[in-house]
């Protein structure tokens, strides 16, 4: 049974960070792309950042390039998302997700297999 849980969410006031990680087991880690999703209340979940299998390619989404970090470690099974510089409008609940097949439809929710239950973000201003 795959599971998938987050954790590291938390309350802070705009301009500071959190760290985010996401604890997996009952998968082959390595073989999976992984992601970073989120959603705020009232809208739909969109997309954060992605890694690929082996953790050499990334990419983010504009409202968070150059403040967000995702980083896998394939032998402890784990992925982070280290945000920085947060900002009101990332408040939402983050979920972490894995995708086998890889490939170019990394920023589409639909792509992924599996999925955590989510860790809340709050950022006052």
């Known amino acids: 049974q795959v599971q998938m849980v987050e954790s590291g969410g938390g309350s802070v006031q705009a301009g500071g960070s959190l760290k985010l990680s996401c604890a997996t087991s009952?998968?082959?880690?390595?073989?999976?792309?992984l992601g970073w999703f989120r959603q705020a209340p009232g809208k739909e979940r969109e997309f954060v950042a992605a890694?690929?299998?082996?953790?050499?390619?990334?990419n983010y989404a504009d409202s968070v390039l150059g403040r967000f970090t995702i980083s896998r470690d394939n032998t402890k099974k784990t992925m982070s998302l280290q945000m920085n510089s947060l900002r009101p409008e990332d408040t939402a609940v983050y979920y972490c997700?894995?995708?086998?097949?890889?490939?170019?439809?990394?920023?589409?929710?639909?792509?992924?297999?599996?999925w955590g239950r989510g860790t809340q973000v709050s950022v006052s201003s």
């Open positions: 009952g998968l082959t880690f390595r073989l999976y792309a």
């Open positions: 890694i690929d299998e082996s953790g050499g390619g990334t």
């Open positions: 997700a894995a995708d086998l097949a890889g490939g170019s439809g990394y920023r589409e929710a639909k792509t992924y297999d599996y």
